[in-house]
């Protein structure tokens, strides 16, 4: 993953070299910080940032759980990622913007008129789980670890401090030789993964965690239902049960990051035959042509970095033509 050189940090552009962060902030000994993840994609009009409004509106409210105050309203965000994406070059596809509690005298852990900062990061993460595993599959483990509930701190909110729980399922993934984690909550039914949601397909319906079940409010998640719809399909956000995961026709993960990914094994037993189903199958296509705003229905979700919002329903004629 290559960092971009430039970055935004508390209202100006400088080079990542250049910041410096106090070692007493309350953002690095105790993740008082929420951050988000962001995608670029290409679009027949040039680099879009998908859903970018959304994901800022998920970051300034991940903040009002912290009492963290973000200085800058989500215009002042909206443009600051334009322009580190502007002055990233074309390398990079992935942002991530990050508000933090800086230094904290006596090394308090209230947070209560500790100074905060924003920064905003690019990188280059090409697939996030991976290329084979988007085509054929992923494996999984259920983590030993137990989701943290919606009672010991909030699952919407994008919390530095929350990830621990997930870091620590994600290594347990990486060292049972697998791809990635799926978190059981306090309820004993199944929350997501340690960066994704979770769908399972059952009788041709699309079934996927309520809130209540101590999940993100994932942006994938709502892109991916809003499209099953589109398509017909049935979708129900409801409490999944473990056994639910041996007997689905279909599981596949969702996130900005891992974009959509299917389930191949969990624990090493096959899901169904082992080989990504046609729903999973019909959502990754659907997915891919929306994010490189190919699909007119959903171009509301597409935010040229160069703005050309004129050209895109040109471009979109002469795509449907074509195809
Ligand atoms: C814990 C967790 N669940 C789910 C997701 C997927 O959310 P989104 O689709 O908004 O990226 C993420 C990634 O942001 C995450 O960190």
């Given at each position: 993953m290559i960092t971009g050189d430039k970055v935004w940090f508390d209202g100006s552009l400088a080079t990542s070299k250049s910041i410096s962060v106090s070692?007493?902030?309350?953002?690095?000994?105790?993740?008082?910080g929420v951050f988000e993840g962001i995608r670029i994609y290409d679009t027949p009009r040039g680099r879009s940032i998908f859903r970018l409004r959304d994901h800022l509106c998920r970051f300034i409210d991940s903040a009002k759980y912290l009492r963290l105050n973000i200085e800058y309203d989500i215009d002042d965000l909206y443009e600051a990622v334009k322009l580190v994406v502007r002055?990233?070059?074309p390398n990079a596809d992935y942002i991530r913007p990050i508000a933090f509690y800086g230094e904290t005298p006596n090394l308090s852990m209230n947070p209560l008129n500790i100074p905060s900062h924003v920064a905003i990061i690019t990188v280059h993460m090409g697939s996030y789980i991976g290329n084979r595993q988007v085509q054929d599959g992923m494996d999984v483990i259920i983590s030993s670890w137990e989701k943290s509930s919606n009672r010991t701190t909030s699952s919407m909110a994008k919390i530095c401090g929350n990830y621990i729980n997930l870091a620590l399922a994600k290594l347990e993934a990486t060292q049972a030789g697998v791809d990635e984690a799926i978190m059981i909550n306090c309820n004993g039914t199944v929350a997501e993964g340690t960066g994704e949601n979770l769908f399972i397909v059952r009788n041709g319906n699309v079934i996927t965690p309520?809130?209540?079940?101590?999940i993100l409010e994932g942006i994938t998640r709502d892109t991916v239902m809003r499209l099953a719809k589109a398509s017909d399909y049935i979708v129900e956000e409801r409490p999944i049960i473990r056994g639910e995961?041996?007997?689905?026709?279909?599981?596949?993960m969702t996130g900005t990051a891992a974009e959509i990914v299917?389930?191949?094994?969990?624990?090493?037993v096959l899901v169904a035959d082992g080989a990504p189903g046609p729903v999973t199958r019909h959502m990754q296509k659907l997915f891919h042509d929306v994010v490189r705003g190919r699909d007119a229905r959903f171009i509301e979700w597409i935010d040229l970095i160069d703005d050309k919002s004129a050209e895109i329903s040109d471009s979109l004629e002469t795509f449907e033509t074509e195809s």
């Open positions: 070692l007493m902030s309350h953002g690095l000994h105790y993740g008082g002055a990233n070059g309520d809130l209540a079940s101590g995961l041996m007997v689905a026709d279909e599981i596949f299917p389930v191949r094994t969990i624990n090493n």
